[in-house]
């Protein structure tokens, strides 16, 4: 069963501070992941992808990935609480990665920011 | 949005009836994918498509159907609906990003069986 972890949280953080939010994946020939934000009633919404080891940037928020490890996690910088949402970890299982893959995501972690 | 939408956004009806859920997008992209969220359970794929007429099954498939006559529409069928499948149902397409392929989600169908 290839298997995709995440604490559920709640995970409360200051306002400004960083939040760290983590994933363990169990398939080690996995290529590629993905981290996805939910509002609540909302749909997920695409906010990092990362395919190869080391931290990959964009704005406030940072993926690392430790392929070694089979962990990936997200960094959210100056938290605001905007960033208050359900983050959701996804992870390609497979060798290849044409677009037809079926992804495997964790139960999600529910991140609180706290004013 | 991704260009993608899901018709209906809410829906109600009893067991045993038969409910077809739309997923539309403007885009023709190839790969589209019906999930089902419930809690405890995160997202889980139910179907997905290569391309028209080309569907296959997820991990959870009991009890759905699926069909893609045309490149931008994708329909979901539960045939004899049931308490169970009480859910949310989210589309998602897949796009070329770089060096890799990205999902992206439709709004969602907030399906509840009586």
């Known amino acids: 069963q290839k298997e995709v972890e995440q604490n559920s949280g709640p995970l409360s953080v200051p306002e400004g501070a960083i939040a760290s939010l983590n994933c363990t994946y169990s398939?080690?020939?996995?290529?590629?992941f993905f981290w996805y934000r939910q509002y609540s009633g909302k749909s997920p919404e695409l906010i990092m992808s990362?395919?190869?080891?080391g931290d990959k940037e964009d704005g406030r928020f940072t993926a690392q990935l430790n392929k070694a490890s089979q962990y990936v996690s997200l960094l959210i910088r100056d938290s605001q609480p905007s960033d208050s949402a359900t983050y959701l970890c996804?992870?390609?299982?497979?060798?290849?990665?044409?677009?037809?893959?079926?992804?495997?995501f964790g139960t999600g972690t529910r991140l609180t920011i706290i004013p | 949005d991704a260009g993608i939408t899901q018709s209906p956004r809410h829906k109600v009806t009893e067991t045993g009836t038969p409910v077809t859920l739309r997923c539309h997008q403007t885009?023709?992209?190839?790969?589209m994918y019906w999930y089902r969220q419930d809690p405890g359970h995160g997202l889980r794929l139910i179907h997905y498509?290569?391309?028209?007429?080309?569907?296959d099954k997820g991990e959870v498939s009991d009890g759905y159907s699926v069909s893609r006559s045309k490149t931008e529409d994708f329909l979901l069928t539960l045939e004899s609906a049931t308490s169970s499948q009480t859910s949310v149902y989210f589309c998602?397409?897949?796009?070329?990003?770089?060096?890799?392929?990205?999902?992206?989600f439709g709004p969602g169908t907030r399906l509840t069986v009586t």
């Open positions: 998602a397409i897949s796009v070329r990003s770089g060096v890799g392929y990205e999902q992206y």
């Open positions: 398939d080690r020939v996995s290529q590629s």
């Open positions: 990362i395919y190869s080891n």
């Open positions: 996804a992870v390609n299982p497979q060798l290849t990665n044409f677009g037809n893959e079926k992804l495997t």
């Open positions: 885009e023709n992209h190839r790969y």
């Open positions: 498509s290569y391309g028209v007429k080309d569907t």
